[in-house]
């Protein structure tokens, strides 16, 4: 697909195509900074969670489009799989077990453990990527196999 039929606005939450991805890696990052922020309060450092990785810009807002370029999108979108799956595996057994305390986008005061962040994090990708890919079917673009046993 083209730039003009990615970036076209095509009625999801957050219009096009890109403008969705952009947003996963906006939700991502500052989920990302909650994680590492509570490893650190626990005394573990999430080391695959550093600055270069979680660079948001200040007052970057859940609507924000970080990157109008597709290969820079794809760039960070890989950089930050990769640093999510080196996070998840050398996450402590008790970390999901660990109290999370942070603000969230709307400046509200949240404490719960972290399992909960962790399954709404994963859930957030999910929801956000399938309706992607209803996106794209709609536009006429097969994005292949989508069940997740078959992607075992």
């Known amino acids: 697909m083209g730039d003009a039929g990615r970036k076209a606005d095509r009625g999801a939450f957050f219009g096009s195509i890109h403008h969705t991805l952009n947003h ?9 900074k909650r994680f590492r922020q509570c490893t650190l309060d626990h005394g573990w450092e999430a080391a695959s969670l550093g600055d270069a990785v979680l660079d948001l ?3 970057t807002a859940l609507n924000s489009m970080l990157f109008s ?3 820079a999108l794809r760039t960070k979108r890989l950089q930050l799989d990769t640093a999510i799956i080196q996070w998840t595996t050398d996450m402590p057994d008790g970390f999901p077990r660990c109290t999370m305390r942070y ?22 990708q999910t929801h956000h990527r399938g309706q992607v890919t209803t996106l794209l079917m709609q536009a006429g673009v097969d994005p292949g196999v989508t069940d997740l046993i078959a992607m075992l």
């Open 24 to 32: 996963l890696l906006v939700g991502d990052q500052m989920w990302l």
């Open 103 to 124: 603000a969230n986008s709307a400046g509200v005061q949240r404490v719960h453990p972290a399992w909960q962040a962790l399954t709404h994090f994963f859930n957030h």
């Open 69 to 71: 370029d597709w290969a």
């Open 57 to 59: 810009p200040p007052g």
